[in-house]
């Protein structure tokens, strides 16, 4: 069976993961058109997740480094673009790069800082970015807007992007929908660079930095111009994810970048496994469908709409105990755990 | 067979790291009052021995035995009260706290064990033992010299009124003069206080020169057991095991 | 300069609060080597036990003694049922556990006690104190302040120099396994050392929250200026940790006080970065050499 399945898969990794992506692209396309406006707001909300997990995943999974900034790093990219796009004159997807870059060069300044520091000392220098940088909205309020923060202007979809939408699926293209693809073109884009990178020399390197730093030092890598690499690649995509975020959300606020958002993010990289993208990905879904389910359970038991709000922090915050003292390699550890032993079972039988 | 309080038995003690095999059905038997050496060349399983009976290596298999008390398996805090004062190998000396407190240490231990009957040791004994430490009570371990050390932490067992003392190369990093002072302190103590001392040494000359008994280890296995003379007079078994 | 004097004064009431929250950090750190980053969340929840004590008619002191106690217990079960596990691990779990225990507290705080700004009463006048025709920003609550961590410092340095159990507790933080060999009950000493450091946790909230408002939230900040004060003084050090305490509290009261009180957090992060670039032991090391 899994012979098959190789063989039916090409050899050449580029090739195997666009293929993997025009796959993504295709269930995206299914998914998002078969479903309600609702579930496509969510799934946009589950893009910009994804994108930060992501990126936080090839950190802290892949070369062990932890971050809680990455809530302040998005709230870069979200003013960034907000600021863009306020004229109306910058088109979307040059704001989305231009919030990449200037995240990225946000990453170098505390990538460098971070580079010189491990565990929990980097922990709680990262804590004090997520707690910081929302000041920073306040102190500039001119620019910045204060604790209102600044609207933003929602893309409209193009007409050719329209028109072919109608051509396919013969359906409206809502406001909500149209978001949701740019979110998740945006990831597959993302997914698909990641991945290569992963696969690639530097993910080879990252993870010697992250098992062993004196062998990865001895073998004449350079670590401080690795980690800051890292720290760098993370922060673009946090600033890609908080371009997607202000956009769907068409509101760059210091109160949607709190502490919280940056521990959701550890979250999900956490839950679906540290340095696997697919983990990343089941653990963003968590951070979207697990909100409502359990408000919902908790509005049933007779709680009020704002203390069932807070079950799914509190969700978060047991889950993350739990998996790092019964599975600390998350869902895709248990996963790889299980495919393993089918496979020693059937070599057996 | 009722055992005399102090005797170490030791009977089919095996432990492993991974895959590899550290101690292989080991039968050894220390007694009240005699020095027995545990001697063998680097990784021959003398220190995985040592800290097996003193519970810091767990999962074992066999049995370690305190006067007929069963120890196997109990924890090292556990073992320590009942009797089993062990001095690691680069001496245990606690270099944050100082002389005093690492002292206070071994005589809370003491004091938790004197109900049981043991021993009663005093500060001021150790002090007259060695004046050198006396001079540097309130100073950090830390400021000791090697041999210092060495007195410290044989001081801090003796205050813990052990049954039995397992000491873990006390000469290592030692001038050969200090040695022979350690040695002679070492022999003197279980003439007079007729505890139970287990010896482990790479340096097999010397501390054959103050054993009563010795076992010989050699990957994980005893293949040697006799008295110290008979060990000392085997020129194949110097040869081999002992390099002397 | 009447402005320059009260900044100071604030300055030295909030560093001491600092203080004793970041020698909270470094009981644990110095024992475990973790950072409890769910420290200032357990506060919070045993300061909440309070007002909800005093809310129901109860006094102050009922309600201060109960969240003391509270944080004991707290600390106590934290340590053995969720930390235990990890001690010793690799450090990013533990890291990973304290702080879904701090978003855990925080959820369940503001399920049981409510999302809003709550006051929180002050057992002291928090009018100043009058010199001359000044008024300066130094209340009787501050000198209660000041005055019950110092109380609370000279406990533990009585505890840890001239008791039996400190003395336990040092050997057990210092080196485990000597301990374990002198007859130490390694793991209960753990257990007491997160208790007690919850406790001086606890007080760190309480002083906090006197006279001010309380929300699920409100020692976030207060967890970095806390960890910023234990770096400050080296981590290890509880002497270190109060200097860093008093130091981080002026800071940022100067920065508050001329700056603007937005940057409180950032300036914190400077102080923080700067410290752990130039010297990774602390102000007060006498070697500048460490792995951070």
Redesign the interface.
């Known amino acids: 069976m899994r012979a098959v399945l190789r063989r039916l898969v090409p050899r050449s990794l580029l090739l195997r993961n666009l293929l993997g992506v025009v796959a993504g692209l295709v269930v995206v396309v299914l998914v998002l058109e078969t479903t309600s406006p609702f579930r496509n707001s969510q799934f946009a909300t589950m893009s910009y997740y994804a994108i930060a997990a992501a990126g936080l995943t090839v950190l802290t999974g892949l070369n062990g480094q932890i971050s809680l900034g990455h809530g302040a790093l998005m709230a870069v990219g979200a003013y960034t673009t907000a600021l863009l796009l306020e004229g109306g004159s910058v088109p979307f997807p040059l704001a989305m790069l231009a919030a990449a870059a200037v995240t990225a060069v946000a990453g170098v300044v505390v990538g460098a800082a971070a580079a010189r520091l491990h565990g929990p000392y980097l922990a709680g220098a990262t804590l004090a970015l997520a707690v910081g940088v929302p000041g920073l909205a306040i102190y500039f309020d001119g620019l910045l807007g204060g604790e209102q923060g600044l609207s933003v202007r929602s893309p409209r979809p193009p007409d050719w992007f329209a028109d072919a939408h109608y051509f396919l699926t013969a359906g409206e293209l809502g406001g909500a929908k149209y978001l949701a693809y740019v979110g998740w073109i945006t990831l597959l884009v993302v997914v698909l660079l990641l991945a290569n990178l992963m696969a690639g020399r530097y993910g080879r390197v990252w993870r010697a930095v992250r098992d062993d730093e004196v062998a990865a030092e001895l073998a004449g890598m350079r670590l401080g111009g690795l980690r800051i690499l890292a720290f760098v690649v993370s922060a673009a995509c946090a600033g890609l994810a908080g371009s997607v975020l202000a956009m769907v959300v068409r509101l760059a606020a210091p109160s949607g970048f709190t502490i919280v958002l940056s521990l959701s993010l550890l979250t999900a990289v956490v839950v679906g496994g540290l340095g696997s993208l697919t983990g990343a990905l089941l653990g963003s879904a968590l951070l979207v469908f697990l909100p409502p389910a359990v408000t919902n359970l908790g509005t049933g038991a007779g709680l009020t709409g704002v203390q069932a709000a807070q079950l799914a922090p509190l969700v978060y915050g047991v889950v993350l105990v739990v998996v790092m003292l019964l599975a600390p390699g998350g869902v895709m550890g248990l996963l790889r755990r299980l495919w393993r032993r089918g496979i020693n079972q059937g070599g057996s039988t | 067979m009722a055992e005399p309080r102090g005797t170490l038995d030791i009977r089919g003690l095996s432990a492993r790291y991974g895959p590899v095999t550290a101690l292989d059905a080991v039968d050894i038997t220390a007694s009240p009052g005699r020095v027995t050496a545990v001697l063998g060349a680097n990784g021959a399983g003398k220190t995985t021995l040592l800290r097996t009976i ?3 290596v767990k999962g074992a298999d066999g049995s370690v035995l305190l006067g007929g008390r069963d120890l196997t398996g109990a ?3 556990t073992i ?2 009942a009797g089993i ?2 001095v ?1 190998e680069g001496r ?6 100082t002389v005093e ?1 690492n002292l ?3 005589e ?2 003491g004091t ?2 004197r109900g049981k009957g043991g021993r009663e040791h005093r500060l001021d004994t150790v002090y007259e033992m060695f004046p050198a430490l006396e001079q540097r009570r309130r100073r950090e371990a830390n400021s000791l010299s090697g041999g210092e050390r060495q007195m410290l932490v044989i001081g ?1 067992a003796l205050l ?1 009124a052990p049954e039995v003392l397992l000491l873990d190369e006390p000469s290592l990093g030692l001038a050969p003069r200090i040695v022979a002072q350690l040695f002679a302190l070492i022999r003197d103590l279980v003439d007079r206080e007729g505890i139970t001392v287990l010896l482990v040494e790479q340096n097999a000359r010397s501390a054959l020169s103050i054993a009563d008994t010795g076992f010989v280890l050699n990957l994980g296995r005893v293949v040697a057991a006799a008295d110290a003379a008979s060990l000392a007079g085997d020129a194949d078994l110097r040869h081999a095991y002992l390099g002397f | 300069m009447q402005q320059f004097v009260n900044i100071t004064l604030n300055g030295l009431s909030q560093g001491a609060i600092y203080a004793a929250f970041a020698l909270a950090l470094v009981l644990i750190w110095r024992a475990t080597r973790i950072i409890n980053f769910a420290q200032g969340a357990m506060a919070m929840f045993t300061t909440y036990l309070a007002l909800t004590l005093i809310e129901s008619g109860q006094s102050y002191w009922v309600g201060f003694a109960a969240a003391l106690v509270a944080g004991l217990v707290l600390g106590a079960l934290v340590e053995r049922i969720v930390m235990r596990p990890v001690e010793g691990g690799p450090e990013l779990n533990a890291v990973i556990v304290t702080l879904g225990l701090f978003v855990a507290f925080q959820a369940l705080a503001a399920i049981l006690f409510g999302a809003t700004f709550q006051s929180f009463p002050a057992p002291f006048g928090l009018r100043g104190f009058t010199v001359g025709e000044f008024t300066i920003a130094f209340t009787p609550f501050s000198v209660f302040v000041i005055g019950s961590v110092l109380v609370v410092m000279l406990a533990l340095t009585a505890l840890f120099r001239f008791t039996d159990l400190g003395l336990r507790m040092r050997a057990s933080a210092f080196s485990q396994e000597v301990s374990r060999l002198l007859g130490v009950r390694v793991g209960r000493m753990l257990t007491l050392g997160w208790a007690f450091a919850a406790v001086v946790g606890s007080l760190a909230g309480l002083l906090i929250a006197g006279g001010n408002l309380v929300h699920p939230a409100y020692m976030d900040a207060v967890i970095v200026y806390g960890f910023v004060a234990a770096v400050l003084g080296g981590l290890e050090s509880p002497g270190g940790a109060v200097a860093g305490g008093l130091i981080t509290g002026l800071a940022l009261s100067y920065v508050s006080g001329y700056l603007g009180s937005e940057l409180v957090t950032l300036a914190a992060l400077g102080i923080l970065v700067a410290v752990l670039l130039v010297r990774p032991r602390g102000l007060f090391s006498r070697v500048a050499e460490r792995r951070v």
């Open positions: 003193s519970g810091l924890s090292a805090e320590a009260r004062a062990h690691p245990g000396v606690i270099t944050e706290l407190e206070r240490l071994g809370l231990l938790a064990r801090r813990s």
